[in-house]
């Protein structure tokens, strides 16, 4: 079993930056991908970043490609997402999952993942 925390979340102006961290406790030899999931109200989930423990590989969503950055450091359990040039579409609540697969385009766009955090609130405002 895996545990999954993401830390508070927060209010940015338009144009700011976060930082969101994943804390993973817990033991599953199979997990290898780390993703970011968000849902905005009214809209489905989406999967917009990964990463893979095993070689790094990295992964986003077109929507975020370029202003967001996923890394992770793995003798702490911990991948973090950190969110520059935010704007108000990116408000939403952000979850980290964990897959048993490697950081894929697939895997970043799967709509189950196998572990899963509570979900963290980002607002951005204009």
């Known amino acids: 079993q895996v545990q999954l925390v993401e830390s508070v979340g927060g209010l940015v102006q338009a144009g700011g930056s976060l930082r969101l961290s994943c804390a993973a406790s817990?033991?599953?030899?199979?997990?290898?991908?780390i993703g970011w999931y968000r849902q905005a109200p009214g809209k489905e989930r989406e999967g917009i970043s990964c990463?893979?423990?095993?070689?790094?590989?990295?992964k986003y969503a077109d929507s975020v490609k370029g202003r967001f950055t996923i890394s992770r450091d793995n003798a702490k359990n911990m991948v973090s997402l950190q969110m520059n040039w935010l704007t108000p579409e990116d408000t939403a609540v952000y979850f980290c999952?964990?897959?048993?697969?490697?950081?894929?385009?697939?895997?970043?766009?799967?709509?189950?993942?196998?572990?899963w955090g509570q979900g963290t609130q980002v607002t951005v405002s204009s």
């Open positions: 999952a964990a897959h048993r697969s490697w950081c894929s385009v697939a895997t970043m766009r799967a709509p189950l993942a196998d572990y």
């Open positions: 990463i893979s423990k095993s070689d790094g590989t990295t």
């Open positions: 817990g033991f599953d030899t199979e997990v290898d991908a």
